[in-house]
C-alpha cells in the first residue's frame, strides 16, 4: 500500500496571542492589547458587552472603548467583535461615529452574524433586578448584560443576523416583546416598552451596522490558517468568571482563555500563547469578597495615584495588595505563559509592599482560592513583606533602569505563581512599556 503525502505536508505556523485579565478586571488590558495590536493583523474580542472599559492614551488623546477592540486605533488592522458577545447597537454606532470624528479609520471592523443583541428591556431587566436585591447587590453595570446573555441560554434571543434583516427583527419583537413587558409589568411594576419605539430605533442601526455584520468565525480560521498574527481580546477578568470567578459577584460571560475559543468559533490548537495581565496590587469594582483589601491609608494611596475609577461607571475601585493564591489560580484556569504586570510604578515611594502567598480559613493555611463565597470572606491573607523603593520608575523602559526592589518584587511574583513575566508597563502612555523576554508574536 502506498503511503498517503498527506504527513509530509507543511503545516503554516499559527501566530496567535490571547490576552486576558488576570483578577477582577480593570487590570490595564487596553494599554497592553494596544502595545501588541501595532504587531498584529488582526484583533478579535470574544466576550462581554459594553460593560466592558478599556482607556488607551496616544500622545494627548485618551480613547475610552467600551465595543471596540483598541486594535481599531491601528491603521490596517482588522478587528473583529466575536459570536460570544452582546451587542447594544446604539452604544456601538456611538463609538463608532466618535471615533470616526476623531480622524480615525474604521472600515475594518466586522461583527459575528451570531453575537446577540442588547435591546431596551434589556437595560431596564438590569437594573430593576439590581434595585430588587436589595442589600445584596451584585454591583452590575446595569447596561443589560446579564438579562441578554440570559436571553440568550433561555433560546429566546435575538441575533446580528437578525437585526440587520427587518422583517425578520420585526416578526421577532412581535413575538418576543410581549413576553418580556408582561415580566416587567407583573413583576417590578413597570409599564414596559413600546414596540414601535424599539423598531424606530433599531431599524436604522440595523441598515447602518448591516455590512459589518459576516460569519466571522470563516474569517478568523482563514487569517489564522494562512498564517497572519492574530491578538485574542479579553474583557473583564478571570475572577469574573461565570463559572470560575466569585460566584455570584461575577459578569455574565467565560472571561478566561477557553472562551475565546466558543466565543469566536476557533479550536483550541489555534491559541498559541496566552498571556494574563495582572495589576502589581489587586482591584475590584462593584460588591464581592476581596482577601487582601486595604481600607485605610494604603488603599486610598493606590486609589489616587493609580486613577482608580472604572472607566464604563466611573465608580471609585476598591484597592488592596498583590495577591499570588488568586494568581496562581487564574494561571490554572488560563494556562498562562507569561504575566503581563501593569502599574508597577503606583507601587514607587511605598516603604513596604506586601504579597498574599496563602490564605488561613477556617482555622486552616491553603494556598488555594475556596469555592464557596463564605469561605472566601473568612479568608485572612498570609503576607511576605517585601523593601519598597523611593525611585519614580514612571517610563522607565529596560530592566536594568528599575531598582534592585522593583525586580525582587517582580521575581517574588514569578516565584509565587509560577508564571515568568513578560512585559511591565511603567506608565499609561503606550512607550512606558518594558519588554522582559523578547518579542511575543
Known sequence: MELSCCGKRQKPEVKSLAVTGAQWGDEGKGKIVDYLASRAHVVARFQGGNNAGHTVMIGSETFKMHHLPVGLLYPGV????????????PVLVEELEGIQSRGWDTSELYISDRAHVILPFHLV?????????????????????????????????????????PERFKAWLEEALPLQNNYLQQVYGHPGISLSDILNRFLPLGEQLSSRVTDTSLMLNGYLKEGYRVLFE?????????DHGTYPYVTSSSTTAGGACSGLGIGPHMIREILGVIKAYTTRVGEGPFPTEELGETGERMRHKGAEYGTTTGRPRRCGWFDAVMGRYSARLNGYTGWAVTKLDVLSGLEKIKIATAYYSNGNKTEHFPSLLEDIYRCEPIYEE???????????????????????????????TGVAIDVV???????????MRGELF
Open 78 to 89: 482588522v478587528c473583529i467583535l466575536g459570536n460570544g458577545m452582546v451587542i447594544n447597537p
Open 125 to 165: 431587566l438590569d437594573q430593576m433586578e439590581e434595585k430588587y436585591r436589595a442589600d445584596k447587590k451584585i454591583g452590575t453595570t446595569g447596561l443589560g448584560i446579564g438579562p441578554a446573555y440570559a436571553d440568550k441560554a433561555c433560546r429566546r434571543g435575538l441575533r446580528m443576523i437578525d437585526l440587520v434583516k
Open 234 to 242: 479579553g474583557s473583564q477578568g478571570g475572577f469574573l468568571d461565570l
Open 386 to 416: 517585601l523593601p519598597g523603593w523611593e525611585m519614580d520608575i514612571q517610563g522607565v523602559q529596560s530592566p536594568d533602569q528599575l531598582p534592585i526592589e522593583a525586580r525582587q518584587y517582580l521575581k517574588a511574583i514569578e516565584d509565587l
Open 425 to 435: 508597563s511603567t506608565g499609561p502612555e503606550r512607550e512606558q512599556v518594558i519588554v
